[in-house]
C-alpha cells in the first residue's frame, strides 16, 4: 500500500501562476481560466525545458561580450576612456565606495551567472528524472526568481550616471556595447526563469512512486 499523497495534477487540480489559487477546470476541460483572476490555467507549461534551455544558451553567449566590452564610455577634453564591469568594480573600489562597488560585482557578475549555472541545474536535474532533494531545488528556483530581479541594478547605474553626467563639451558619457549584451543577458534569464515550469521537479518523484505501486500490484 503506497503512503504517499496524490499530487494536484493527479486529483485533476490546477494552480493559478498569477495568483496562486488552486481551482479544477469545469467538467470535460482539460485545461480552463482561473474563477478569481481569469488567468489560463495549464497543468505544465509547454515546452518549458526545451524553451529554459534556449534562453540559457542565448545568456551564456552574451555573457562572453557583456563581461569583455566596455559598459561606458567617459569623454573628456583629454580623451576617451572606456571601463567594463570588472573595471569599474576596481574604480569603485574606495574606503567609502566598497559598498557600491560590491553591489555590482554581485549584481553584474556574480548573480547573473548563478542564475544560469543554477537553472541548468535544475533542467539537468529534471531531464535526469532525479528525485533527491526536491524541496531544496523549490527553494534554489524561488531564490533565482527573487534574486534575479536586482541583475539590472548595473544597467540602472549606467544609464543614470549616462542620463546625468552630460557636461559638453567639457564631458560626457556614452554607453558601451557591453551595456547592451549585459541588459540581453539579463533579459534572457529572466525569460528563463519564467519558462521553467518548478511543478516539473515533483513530476519525477510522482512518475517513482507510480511505477512501484504498480510493480508490488
Not at 525545458?49 to 564610455?73: F, G, K
Amino acid at each position: 500500500m503506497s503512503t504517499s499523497n496524490p499530487t494536484a495534477m493527479q486529483e485533476g487540480l490546477q494552480s493559478c501562476e498569477a495568483c496562486g489559487l488552486l481551482s479544477r477546470p469545469a467538467p470535460g476541460a482539460e485545461e480552463g481560466r482561473c474563477p478569481r483572476c481569469d488567468e489560463e490555467l495549464v497543468f505544465r507549461k509547454k515546452a518549458s525545458l526545451e524553451r529554459t534551455v534556449a534562453y540559457l544558451i542565448a545568456a551564456a553567449i552574451c555573457y562572453v561580450p557583456a563581461n569583455l566590452l566596455p559598459v561606458m564610455t567617459t569623454i573628456t577634453s583629454s580623451g576617451r576612456e572606456s571601463d567594463t564591469i570588472m573595471q569599474g568594480v576596481v574604480l569603485l573600489w574606495s574606503p567609502t565606495g566598497w559598498p557600491l562597488s560590491l553591489i555590482v560585482l554581485f549584481a553584474s557578475i556574480m548573480i547573473p551567472s548563478a542564475k544560469i549555472v543554477g537553472l541548468l541545474y535544475l533542467v539537468i536535474s529534471v531531464k535526469r528524472g532525479s528525485i533527491r532533494n526536491n524541496p531544496q531545488r523549490i527553494r534554489l528556483y524561488r531564490t533565482i526568481d527573487i534574486i534575479g530581479r536586482w541583475s539590472m541594478v548595473d544597467v540602472f547605474v549606467d544609464t543614470f550616471t549616462v542620463a546625468l553626467i552630460q557636461l559638453q563639451p567639457l564631458m560626457s558619457v556614452e554607453p558601451g556595447p557591453g551595456l547592451f549584451f549585459f541588459a540581453a543577458v539579463v533579459v534572457f534569464t529572466m525569460m528563463a526563469v519564467e519558462s521553467f515550469d518548478p511543478r516539473l521537479i515533483w513530476d519525477s518523484e510522482s512518475s517513482t512512486e507510480t511505477g512501484k505501486e504498480v510493480q508490488h500490484a
